[in-house]
């Protein structure tokens, strides 16, 4: 380290902790890099998101004036069955008397409808997707006069609150509303 | 200068013009002509080559099916069914595809059975282990895709009910759910991906399939004994005898096979795919492929929410599984302190249990839902299948084959029949006391991986081992002549 460094320029003033000019360019590319690739990639997650068509087909509306005291029927909306029952007056009666703070989804019954007569909800299981049984005269009712899923034993009762069995949530209600008193528009 | 300087030549001009461009031959000469195995093996070891074969015969009729099938929700079924009647030997590619899916499979549980009795999954061999239990997940993923494709009733609710299991994540497990959709249920956007995925997943499966076979070809195989390969008089050439033995094997295997194809097609599966897949009902009974019951039996083991008491209690037990029995240097399982420790536990894991089951009782905290039921069954699931991963850091014990090993040998088999059981318990309806036993048998599977298998690690006294593999090929020819002699006398 004598003479043989004589003619070579001076070591620079660098300090070894100092970043360089290397590493910021380093660090930039790179920087850019992750974000080109992110911005590709969410492209093609993205994809698999719900279309636009299948996003337009949000609304349905549904004629109850023929649906007598204890009988329901089922309508599809968005690929999947919605509940219409028109309760009894035991029905209403038994859903406003459970005690909610015993049930694993608290809610009371008024929060579930907009008019007692008349239970809307989607009509898929909470657990897994089964469809329940319980809208057909004849069909089990499960344990709390409401529906019962047959795929591993969910119990609904006459509210669509989950009242035993592995379902995790009330059946959902959709948003909907009374556009006359006997038409309802759902979505 | 190339890689392929010492390369011996081949007689063959052919051959070796092509050799000489690219060592091809040469690498097949080495892999499966001279590659040196062990000269023991027994039938076990004729599972590896059969599931290659189911995986070229999937990849082939799969192929051929895709020429006829349509994947949309107004047609899928039917031209499934055109497949059957119409197209000149459809029914026959079909049904060799379908329960080639169920054959793929049996060769494919019986060869990992073979790895965990043999103990092949332990040191050197822990990435070949892995990558094994990476083409079973991809498997599992291409079957409940490929089963959604002819668009039946338990296609359609089969999917429906694995696809909600996602849903289960906090927070963001209904985007997910809605995103694997590309709608608001399971629909055509739905069967398109899963056929996209389904055409696609066997040739990544075909890629790991190499990765697995490179990583054997340099580890070597494992054997009966158990023994690492100590010189020549412990080996045979692959070829002409495993090339050989493999292929009666086969034979055998395809027998069973077309048997089930040409005489009992649908035996293995479930009636209601006949009929075509609506929104509006649900089977009574959704069961998954018969592949697919123990995991789904799993799943459905925990049909309780999980409360904090509960949760406590599993975190003492956890606590003391993780300090004392998985710690190779401590054997005070009984002293005071760790006795406290889980009789603490266990008595917070009965009452989280009592107020979970008896809410009219309202135990203090026990109606606070930490771990919904949904999510703990996922998370069991997966659990298992993740267990297989783990395998080798769970059994450290450093003697391989469970022939020498009386304990692990008994714990294992017992593990194969709650396997079994648990398979029984996925296709009974989950009422009465099939999911009380789902459970424990699941407590079973799990204690087997993180309790049982730790401790025969530290503790098992392995029998007297042979001194090499050809000494216990003569010790067992000895007594075999031993045995004949007596019955001659
Ligand atoms: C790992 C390998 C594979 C497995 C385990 C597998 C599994 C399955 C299963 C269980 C079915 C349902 C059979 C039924 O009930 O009808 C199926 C159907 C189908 N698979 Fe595969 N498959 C594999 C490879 C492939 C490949 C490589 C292709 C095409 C590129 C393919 C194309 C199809 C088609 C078009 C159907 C629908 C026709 C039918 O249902 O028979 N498969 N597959
Ligand atoms: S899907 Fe209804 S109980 Fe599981």
């Not at chain 1, 093609?44 to 007598?68: G, H, R, Y």
């Not at chain 1, 035991?90 to 015993?102: F, H, L, Q, Y």
């Not at chain 2, 029914?91 to 059975?113: E, K, P, Q």
């Not at chain 2, 009386?406 to 309806?429: D, E, W």
Request: net charge neutral; glycine share 8%.
């Amino acid at each position: 380290m004598t003479d043989q460094n004589s003619s070579s320029p001076p070591p620079s003033a660098h300090d070894e902790n100092e970043p360089t000019r290397r590493d910021f360019l380093f660090l930039t590319a790179a920087g850019m890099a992750a974000v080109s690739v992110g911005s590709i990639a969410w492209p093609f997650i993205d994809q698999w998101n719900p279309a636009k068509d299948t996003l337009a087909l949000s609304s349905t509306e549904v004629d109850v004036a023929s649906l007598q005291e204890g009988q329901a029927i089922t309508v599809m909306w968005r690929g999947k069955p919605v509940f219409i029952r028109h309760r009894t007056q035991k029905e209403i009666d038994e859903a406003k008397a459970v005690d909610v703070t015993a049930l694993r989804d608290k809610q009371t019954d008024d929060e579930r409808v907009k008019k007692p007569q008349w239970l809307v909800m989607v009509g898929v299981c909470t657990h897994l997707g089964c469809i329940p049984l319980g809208q057909k005269t004849g069909e089990v009712k499960g344990d709390y006069d409401g529906w019962f899923c047959p795929c591993h034993g969910s119990h609904y009762d006459s509210s669509g609150r989950i009242r035993k069995g592995p379902a995790p949530k009330n059946l959902e209600v959709p948003q909907y509303t009374f556009v006359s008193d006997t038409l309802i528009r759902i979505g | 200068m190339g890689s392929n300087s010492d390369r011996k030549p081949f007689n063959n001009k052919t051959i070796e013009w092509i050799d000489q461009r690219l060592p091809i031959f040469t690498m097949l000469d080495k892999e499966y002509g001279k590659f040196p195995t062990p000269r023991n093996f027994n039938y076990f070891w004729n599972f590896g080559a059969i599931a290659m074969f189911m995986l070229v015969t999937m990849i082939v009729t799969g192929i051929t099916l895709a020429m006829h099938y349509t994947p949309h929700a107004n047609y899928a079924f039917d031209s499934v069914e055109r497949i059957m009647r119409d197209v000149n030997f459809g029914w026959l590619i079909r049904y060799i595809h379908m329960n080639g899916a169920s054959f793929f499979f049996i060769a494919v549980y019986i060869h990992i059975f073979r790895g965990m009795y043999y103990g092949s999954f332990k040191q050197p061999r822990e990435l070949l282990w892995i990558l094994g239990v990476t083409i079973f997940l991809l498997m599992m993923a291409t079957a409940f895709m490929g089963y959604v494709l002819p668009w039946g009733q338990m296609s359609f609710w089969g999917a429906t009910v694995i696809t909600n299991l996602f849903s289960a994540v906090p927070i963001v497990g209904p985007g997910i759910v809605e995103w694997m959709w590309g709608g608001f249920a399971v629909d055509n956007a739905t069967l398109n991906r899963f056929f996209s995925l389904h055409f696609v997943l066997p040739f990544v499966i075909a890629a790991v399939v190499f990765l697995h076979v490179w990583a054997l070809h340099v580890t070597g195989s494992n054997n009966p004994t158990g023994l690492d390969v100590k010189g020549p008089q412990d080996t045979l050439p692959f070829n002409p005898y495993y090339t050989i033995k493999d292929l009666f094997g086969l034979i055998v295997f395809v027998a069973v096979y077309a048997m089930f194809i040409f005489f009992m097609p649908n035996a293995l599966g479930h009636p209601d795919n006949y009929i075509p897949a609506n929104p509006l009902v649900t089977p009574p009974h959704i069961v998954p492929e018969w592949y697919f019951l123990t995991f789904y039996a799993i799943l459905r083991s925990i049909f309780f929410d999980f409360n904090p008491i509960m949760l406590a209690g599993f975190g003492g037990i956890g606590y003391y599984v993780a300090k004392v029995v998985w710690d190779k240097n401590r054997t005070d399982y009984f002293s005071t302190r760790n006795l406290i420790i889980l009789g603490v536990s266990g008595f917070l894991t009965l009452v989280g249990f009592v107020g979970a089951f008896f809410p009219q009782l309202h135990i203090p905290l026990t109606n606070m839902v930490i771990i919904e039921a949904k999510l703990g069954g996922v998370l069991a699931m997966f659990g298992a299948v993740g267990l297989l991963f783990v395998l080798p850091w769970c059994d450290t014990h450093p003697v391989r084959s469970a022939r020498y090993r009386p304990l692990y040998k008994a714990a294992l088999l017992f593990f194969v029949a709650i396997v079994l059981l648990l398979g029984y318990v996925g296709a009974m309806p989950a009422e009465g006391i099939w999911p009380w036993i789902g459970l424990a048998a699941t407590g079973y599977y799990m204690a087997f991986f993180l309790v049982i298998l730790p401790i025969l690690s530290k503790h098992e006294k392995a029998l007297p081992l042979p001194a090499s593999i050809a000494q216990a090929v003569l010790d067992e020819q000895a007594a075999k002549a031993a045995k004949l002699a007596k019955k001659g006398a």
